[in-house]
């Protein structure tokens, strides 16, 4: 038997069967029970006066902020794993970017053709004018140390790593200390390597690159890396742009290679000292032939007494392939660019000519005309 | 008007919300609602009602709010306590937690149907529904306390 309640087609309706009243009875006591012990404070009233007596607009500023707040608070959380997400990419990110900024920025600069601006800047007393070489750019040092990083040993790459980060704190002013003004000197002072026991070179060296060796051949003339087996090593100073010198045998001397410029003997090897290890002021055993300014005095004696070849070939890159190259080792700061202006010309010209066959025969047949011998008009570059 | 209906209307609110500040609050603003209301009120007996549909409105928001609140917030320490289980002041009674766990029309319907003494018109009119409505969420809600208390009995 269906009740009337049953009978009705809305939902809920079934539930309320008749017969419950006792559950309604429990219930509306049950919640009496609960309620009627509250008893709300006292100041109702007043807080209901206060409230009206609070201009409208100051209450719906007030309900606004509150909710702004709210929501606010509730932005913040949707929000929150997307910023937790955003900072992990972003600090993926940077990681990856300090990476490859570290690798880019870590590659020891090398020696890049001097400009005549740069050569021309100095003064014709101090003999800085006498710096023929400068740091490398940033693209050309890159490509070199490629190079040579892919035939060192770690322990030279740590090496190279750790005093190039030395120059590229120099050489963020361009390193060197004449051509900063006395403000900026004050302000920005060498720095070394945060972490690094050892001082800025460039600062206890301030000419470090006069005393460098660069031999043009291996600067402008770099075979390609599958032409090169024996690999290179760059001095102490060359970490900063100014030379390569070969890699000398284990246990030999790392700077005892044959530099001629003697004109008692012609068979004369001198053995510079290192820029690194030489007292401030020192240039070198051969630099005082262009402590004069601007390297008239020291291409003077040049001519004068000419050049020698070295008796004793490096074991190079060209030496091992069997390439002539009569080479020339040259000071830097004996180098004008003025050029050869002798007939023992064997200063280089700057810009240098370029390595080609039809300037070799053209340097030729003028030699011939000129009679020159063949190889001193073109010595240094290529026989 | 107020001190006849104020308590009551607070320890409805307090059932509705479950809070006592919170239910004055609401009553409060019902009153000052009222107010500014007043001269569109064309009959006087109309107040009342009025106010419970305030509460009602009001009470809705809040426990929205609550809701949309506490589905945001990180979930506690196991081992700590619940703030607004601390914050709660109303006795735990079973009735009480059992009507906390009702759908929020249904404890509005039982609210002011068994509390309030409201016919199902009147509680109709304060929720904006239907009476037939009104009879659905009232069944389902004395069916949801019949089962919770007699599983807590």
Known sequence: MRTTSEDRDWPGAGSRVPGDGDTEEVLRRALHSAADGIEPTADGLTQIFRRVATPWLVRQVWLLATDCVDLLRLITIWLQPMFARAVSVLTAVAGSVREVFRRFTS????????????????????????????????????????????????????????????????????????????????????????????????????????????????????????????????????????????????????????????????????????????????????????????????????????????????????????????????????????????????????????????????????????????????????? | MFGEHYRALVRMAALLVGDVATAEAIVQESFVAMHGAWRRLRDSDKALPYLRQCLVNRSRSVLRHRIVIGRNRSKPKPGLPRAERQALPLPEHAVVRALRALPLRQREALVLTYYGGLTEAQAASAMGISPGAVKSHLGRAVEALRAVLGTET
């Open chain 1, 107 to 383: 590659q020891a600069p090398i020696a890049a053709p001097i400009s005549s601006r740069q050569h021309r800047s100095g003064t014709g007393t101090s003999g800085r004018c006498l710096a023929t070489t400068r740091p490398a750019g940033r693209g050309y040092c890159g490509r070199r140390d490629d190079r040579d990083r892919s035939a060192q040993s770690d322990r030279r790459k740590d090496r190279i790593l750790r005093e190039s980060k030395c120059w590229q704190l120099c050489a963020r002013w361009r390193g060197s200390r004449h051509r900063r003004s006395p403000a900026v000197s004050a302000k920005r002072p060498h720095r070394a390597r945060p972490g690094s026991d050892k001082s800025c070179l460039a600062r206890n060296h301030r000419r470090w690159w006069q005393g460098c060796y660069a031999p043009p051949f291996l600067r402008h003339a770099m075979p390609a890396r599958s032409a090169r087996s024996v690999p290179f090593r760059t001095c102490d100073n060359a970490l900063r742009g100014a030379h390569c010198v070969p890699q000398p045998e284990p246990g030999s001397d790392s700077h005892a290679y044959p530099v001629a410029f003697s004109p008692a003997s012609s068979s004369s090897v001198t053995s510079p000292t290192p820029a690194s290890s030489r007292p401030r002021g020192d240039r070198g055993s051969l630099t005082h032939v262009a402590s004069r300014g601007r390297g008239d005095e020291g291409r003077e004696r040049t001519l004068r007494e000419g050049c020698r070849q070295a008796t004793e070939r490096p074991p190079t890159w060209a030496h091992s392939e069997g390439l002539e190259t009569p080479r020339l080792w040259f000071l830097p700061n004996v180098i004008s660019s003025a050029g050869p202006a002798g007939p023992d010309g064997c200063l280089m010209r700057w810009p240098p000519r370029p390595r080609s066959v039809a300037g070799i025969t053209a340097s030729r047949v003028l030699g011939y005309l000129l009679a020159i011998p063949p190889g001193v008009l073109a010595v240094g570059w290529e026989a």
